[in-house]
């Protein structure tokens, strides 16, 4: 690994508003281009001029408000609304960290930061809930995945930018705020929500009978395999030669840190690629590989993903489907494919860019923006009637969705909402996992034999490539 990629990071998570973490500080070499290519050529005398003028307009109209607007305004504020302005009209996870925001950022991929434990995203002007975190202040007020924020203590938030909205979440540890969500089919109502320190703590495990069941929730924590680890250790100290199968559950997990999901993918995998990175120009890819050794080698496993599997945990979850490794069950995942690199502006004194740089591919050259992955076998969380179906169809579902969300190239789709191939039974209590439940049941009966659908690429001699790179992500903020 070069000096210069240790020096960089990147996202594959959602938009990670406020708090979500950066991990190691990005050193000056990173600020340019994160896969080792160059600015393009000096465009022609011609198109300079237009950016010249363009520019100049920019510049009549900022004086024509300092001057003429009705009230007071201030530069910084203004240049920095232009700055999101453009950023927001390229795709939904290129963005601007003002200094507060990006050692926000830093202290979270550490696994400790003060906050309510949601992830979110912006959608029609307000903050959309894509998981709360597990055993959260959120989860315990009553907060869920889809739910929208329209306002923190009785002022609305509807309409600014995710990072303000989020920043206005935000607060000291053993604070309360009152938070308005909106929810599918009921009135708004308030949740009070006690902020706390949120430890990150990624990863959980249990057994159940002959089985093992390892839950990530996230890949921002930097320690994340780490974690996988210590859980694989204590399944096979409790089960020893017992073990029949594993669940890997990425369900609502919207993402994180690039390296830790190739670290967490080669954790199940001898080798051959996890990943590559593709970015605008035609010899900008970069392929990042396994080590040798799997561990749990023989188990079947089975993948459970949802709408919020998203980035870094699609990665894995297509890995590992590409390679037959795993049988992935649930329904369709977020389709977050784009790969955000985070460049500090004066070494971070004034904020750093968030800039998507590159698409993230599976081994077998599938580019998932937009489309997610899809599961193996299709079961849904819960039962639906025709008439949530249509409120489904309504709603916001996917990548593919945000504004500017960038185009997959092959024209390859996410399925639009749909009754899932199974479903609960009727009168199936909802505070039971059904997924879970059936995955059991189909480690028990023997899962289906899948094919690899992509050879083995062997590095040989090679250690994995690029791992403390960008970031990998969904359309996510932790806050």
């Known amino acids: 690994m070069t000096d210069?990629?240790?020096?960089?990071?990147?996202?594959?998570?959602?938009?990670?508003?406020?708090?979500?973490?950066?991990?190691?500080?990005?050193?000056?070499?990173?600020?340019?281009?994160?896969?080792?290519?160059?600015p393009d050529a000096a465009a022609p005398a011609a198109k300079g001029e237009d950016t010249l003028r363009q520019l100049e307009?920019?510049?009549?109209?900022?004086?024509?408000?300092?001057?003429?607007?009705?009230?007071?305004?201030?530069?910084?504020?203004?240049?920095?609304?232009?700055?999101?302005?453009?950023?927001?009209?390229?795709?939904?996870?290129?963005?601007?960290?003002?200094?507060?925001?990006?050692?926000?950022?830093?202290?979270?991929?550490?696994?400790?930061?003060?906050?309510?434990?949601?992830?979110?995203?912006?959608?029609?002007?307000?903050?959309?809930?894509?998981?709360p975190m597990d055993d959260s202040p959120a989860v315990r007020a009553g907060i869920k995945a889809g739910d929208k924020l329209i306002a923190v203590d009785g002022v609305s938030i509807l309409g600014l930018p995710l990072d303000e909205a989020v920043k206005?979440?935000?607060?000291?540890?053993?604070?309360?705020?009152?938070?308005t969500v909106a929810r599918e089919s009921q009135e708004p109502f308030v949740a009070k929500v006690m902020r706390e320190t949120i430890v990150l703590k990624p990863v959980t495990s249990k057994i159940q009978g002959d089985y093992g069941y390892i839950r990530i929730s996230t890949f921002v924590n930097e320690r994340t395999s780490e974690g996988l680890n210590k859980a694989i250790d204590d399944v096979q100290r409790q089960l020893g030669g017992r073990l029949k199968g594993i669940v890997l559950d990425?369900?609502?997990?919207?993402?994180?840190?690039?390296?830790?999901?190739?670290?967490?993918?080669?954790?199940?995998?001898?080798?051959?690629?996890?990943?590559?990175?593709?970015?605008?120009?035609?010899d900008d890819i970069q392929r990042y590989y396994g080590t040798p050794g799997e561990r749990l080698a023989g188990v079947p496993m089975v993948v459970l993903i949802n709408e919020g599997t998203a980035?870094?945990?699609?990665?894995?979850?297509?890995?590992?489907?590409?390679?037959?490794?795993?049988?992935?069950?649930?329904?369709?995942?977020?389709?977050?494919?784009?790969v955000q690199t985070v460049i500090p502006l004066r070494n971070g004194r004034d904020g750093a860019l968030r800039l998507t740089t590159s698409k993230y591919y599976t081994p077998a050259g599938r580019s998932?923006?937009?489309?997610?992955?899809?599961?193996?076998?299709?079961?849904?969380?819960?039962?639906?009637?025709?008439?949530?179906?249509?409120?489904?169809?309504?709603l916001f579902q996917g990548e593919e969705d945000l504004p500017h969300a960038l185009d997959?190239?092959?024209?390859?789709?996410?399925?639009?909402?749909?009754?899932?191939?199974?479903?609960?039974?009727?009168?199936?209590?909802?505070?039971?996992?059904?997924?879970?439940?059936?995955?059991?049941?189909?480690?028990?009966?023997?899962?289906?034999?899948?094919?690899?659908?992509?050879?083995?690429?062997?590095?040989?001699?090679?250690?994995?490539?690029?791992?403390?790179?960008?970031?990998?992500?969904?359309?996510?903020?932790p806050n």
Do not use: C
Request: avoid cysteine; hydrophobic fraction near 40%; charged fraction near 25%.
């Open 4 to 38: 210069s990629q240790k020096t960089q990071r990147w996202w594959i998570a959602p938009v990670l508003a406020g708090t979500l973490g950066l991990g190691a500080a990005l050193g000056a070499t990173a600020v340019a281009w994160s896969a080792g290519g160059r």
């Open 311 to 338: 980035s870094a945990s699609e990665i894995v979850a297509g890995a590992l489907q590409d390679r037959g490794r795993a049988t992935i069950v649930g329904m369709a995942s977020f389709g977050k494919g784009s």
């Open 57 to 131: 307009i920019f510049a009549d109209v900022m004086a024509r408000v300092r001057t003429d607007y009705v009230v007071p305004t201030k530069d910084d504020k203004l240049v920095a609304a232009a700055i999101d302005g453009m950023l927001q009209s390229l795709d939904p996870h290129s963005s601007f960290l003002d200094a507060e925001a990006f050692n926000n950022m830093q202290v979270s991929t550490k696994g400790e930061y003060g906050g309510i434990g949601i992830e979110v995203t912006s959608e029609d002007g307000a903050v959309k809930v894509i998981s």
């Open 368 to 394: 998932i923006q937009g489309a997610g992955i899809e599961p193996d076998i299709e079961i849904g969380a819960v039962r639906i009637t025709e008439e949530q179906l249509k409120e489904r169809k309504a």
């Open 250 to 282: 990425l369900r609502n997990n919207g993402g994180g840190l690039l390296d830790q999901a190739i670290e967490v993918t080669d954790i199940f995998m001898d080798r051959g690629e996890v990943v590559s990175t593709r970015g605008r120009r035609a």
């Open 408 to 477: 997959n190239e092959s024209g390859v789709k996410r399925k639009p909402p749909h009754m899932p191939a199974e479903m609960p039974p009727v009168g199936w209590k909802e505070t039971e996992d059904y997924q879970l439940k059936r995955a059991y049941e189909l480690l028990a009966a023997g899962l289906p034999k899948r094919a690899p659908t992509v050879t083995t690429r062997r590095a040989e001699n090679k250690p994995a490539e690029g791992t403390r790179s960008p970031v990998s992500g969904a359309p996510v903020t």
């Open 168 to 179: 206005k979440m935000r607060g000291p540890v053993g604070t309360s705020i009152d938070i």
